[in-house]
């Protein structure tokens, strides 16, 4: 039977218990129907798994697993209700909620304000929190599973990836790989390095870099890594650095960014220790209304800063240094001091070279440099002073060493 064949006669069947009412557009992984459920009168959403994610799957086991998440009573997530099989088609169902994905509202808006976007973000982070506590990682964070209704978000699907892949292996699924699993592992887009590689360690710190790789892609427009083909996508997760959020959507607060930066870290042990970290980053005021400026400008503005008060501190000696060397060439000095050959008389002044005390020895000389002869143009003007040359106290105090 093929694929059509085998849709159909699960909508027969399954019309024993549910009243499909529509098809909704595919959610990755499987079929969706919106359908009533006549003994409750209530909506639900059905979600079957598409024919070429079955091979392997052991129905019996991802009913069990799948229905794990049925604990999790959260309001910001949209629990699963009941699973089981239909005409040899898995399924699961979940209450239908008014409303629309995050995924309808960016493709509509491209991008959303940052205060709607920081909202989101709080939602699914408490979601997140209420999950990762009970021990259940949903593995596939990404906008098509963020459900937007009466001003809040709630979270889909929780544990359906899990539940699949804990099916397959007990199956000895044939295609074991990341390559053979595909989508139902992860949606590439959004998907941890470490989850990425296949790595069986995998936690829930998986579902924080997806979290950060959404909140990238609702305040920029489009996701971190964006890439020709899927094979390349996952590799830019494994290698490539983020690009700099504020480089893609210019007045990003500096603590939002850092934020996003934080949970796209490579290494898990960088990211947030847990969603409840998450969710205090999001309750400081300066994520949304806070300076504005990149850590690249922050560490611009931190070289400048440092830049001014060397510059402060060198005038400053310069200027205390010329003062007392005019204080001292008015009067005759003690016969016992040998002089360099400048010969200092009353009225005359020498700037002395400035020695640079930053780290870079090009910049400190190049600073040293202007900074000696602005003040020594500087003096040279004043009426009624003679100033002695830069080359002649570079002389000077190169015999006198």
């Known amino acids: 039977m093929g694929s059509a064949g085998a849709l159909d006669a699960f909508t027969t069947e399954i019309g024993g218990s549910y009243a499909i009412e529509r098809e909704l557009e595919g959610a990755g992984m499987s079929h969706v129907f919106v359908a009533m459920d006549p003994e409750l009168e209530r909506r639900v959403v059905i979600k079957a798994l598409r024919a070429d994610i079955l091979e392997g799957v052991s129905r019996e086991r991802f009913r069990r697993e799948v229905l794990v998440s049925a604990t999790l009573q959260h309001p910001h997530i949209v629990g699963v ?4 099989e239909a005409a040899g088609i898995p399924y699961f169902v979940m209450p239908f909620v008014e409303g629309e994905s995050l995924r309808a509202v960016l493709k509509r808006e491209g991008r959303l304000p940052l205060p709607q976007a920081v909202a989101i973000l709080r939602d699914v982070a408490r979601a997140l929190a209420f999950a990762h506590a009970k021990g259940i990682v949903h593995r596939d964070i990404k906008p098509d599973n963020i459900l937007l209704a009466g001003g809040s978000a709630a979270v889909a699907d929780f544990g359906v990836a899990k539940a699949l892949q804990v099916a397959r292996a007990d199956a000895r699924h044939p295609h074991g790989t990341l390559t053979g699993v595909g989508m139902a592992l992860g949606t590439p887009a959004y998907m941890a390095p470490e989850q990425a590689s296949g790595d069986p360690a995998t936690d829930h710190r998986a579902d924080l870099y997806a979290l950060g790789a959404m909140a990238y892609e609702m305040v920029t427009g489009q ?7 899927v094979t390349e996508t996952l590799q830019a997760h494994l290698v ?5 959020m504020s480089d893609v959507r210019p007045g990003v607060p500096f603590a939002f960014e850092q934020l996003v930066a934080r949970c796209l870290a490579k290494d898990a042990r960088a990211r947030p220790r847990d969603a409840e970290e998450i969710l205090e980053a999001l309750a400081d005021p300066a994520v949304i209304s806070g300076e504005v400026r990149s850590a690249r400008v922050e560490a611009f503005a931190a070289t400048r ?19 007392y060397t005019w204080w001292t060439t008015t009067r005759p000095a003690p ?3 040998a002089q360099p050959e400048v010969t200092l008389v009353p009225g005359t002044l020498a700037v002395f070279p400035l020695t640079g005390i930053t780290a870079d020895s090009v910049e400190a000389s190049v600073l040293s440099q202007g900074m000696t002869a602005a003040l020594t143009n500087a003096f040279a003007g004043l009426p009624g002073l003679r100033v002695v040359s830069s080359s002649a106290v570079t002389r000077a105090l190169g015999d006198s060493l």
Request: hydrophobic share 55%; proline share 16%; charged share 15%.
């Open 81 to 84: 209700i009941d699973a089981g």
């Open 223 to 229: 996701p971190p890594f964006v890439r020709p083909s």
């Open 240 to 244: 490539a650095p983020p690009p700099t």
């Open 305 to 323: 800063r440092r830049r001014r008060l060397v510059v402060a501190l060198a005038a400053a000696v310069l200027v205390a240094g010329a003062g």
């Open 335 to 337: 016969a016992t001091v």
